[in-house]
């Protein structure tokens, strides 16, 4: 990243440019013991727990992303396309699942998180994950229950609450049904 800020400082564009730099998964587990970088967050790469899927992300564009700000907005890479057609000023292609994100990097708006996140993974079998508010569901195998996860209160995803809300459950249920396309490429198995 280094030899890019300085390549960037060279070219005398790095005033103009906006440089993202983030993960596209969690730590990896392989490292047992040796580091914790998912710290109290439940799971690693390849996991549909917070440690799997939450990565922070770095924006910097001088004069435009206010310095030394954090945030803790939510988004997804379905939202990068959205993020990158606003920065160069033009409609995104209508039916994609993300979101512009370029007010909340500006210090414009706030972001709200009423809207849905959806991941799936197929290496060890189907497991899926979807988030809306400070609700996580998790499906860590193609037939199993919802596992339901109040992220604001349990953020290791420690106590599955599912049994506990099922007006919550019922919710994921109708938007699981929506949220996977099929695929030739990846079909369920």
């Not at 300085?6 to 047992?32: H, M, P, Q, W």
């Not at 699942?97 to 210090?107: A, E």
């Not at 809207?115 to 195998?141: C, D, I, M, S, T």
């Not at 599955?160 to 929506?178: C, G, H, M, Q, W």
Request: one cysteine or more; proline letters at 6%; glycine letters at 8%.
């Amino acid at each position: 990243i280094g030899k890019i800020m300085a390549l960037l400082k060279e070219l005398e564009i790095d005033k103009k440019t906006i440089v993202f730099f983030c993960s596209d998964n969690g730590a990896a587990d392989r490292y047992d013991g040796l580091f914790d970088s998912s710290g109290p967050l439940r799971g690693a790469k390849r996991a549909m727990y917070e440690g799997g899927l939450r990565t922070p992300m770095i924006a910097r564009w001088p004069g435009r992303i206010p310095v030394n700000t954090a945030s803790d907005a939510i988004w997804s890479f379905a939202d990068f396309l959205p993020t990158s057609a606003a920065l160069a000023g033009v409609k995104p292609p209508k039916g994609l699942d993300g979101i512009s994100v370029l007010p909340v990097l500006l210090g414009q708006a706030h972001q709200t998180n009423d809207r849905f996140l959806y991941w799936e993974f197929f290496e060890r079998g189907f497991q899926q994950a979807a988030r809306w508010r400070n609700w996580k569901v998790v499906r860590p195998k193609k037939r199993a229950d919802l596992e339901l996860y109040n992220l604001a209160k349990d953020i290791g995803e420690k106590k599955d609450v599912a049994n506990l809300n099922p007006k919550i459950i019922s919710i994921f249920e109708r938007y699981l049904k929506t949220a996977r396309t099929e695929s030739e490429d990846w079909p369920l198995k």
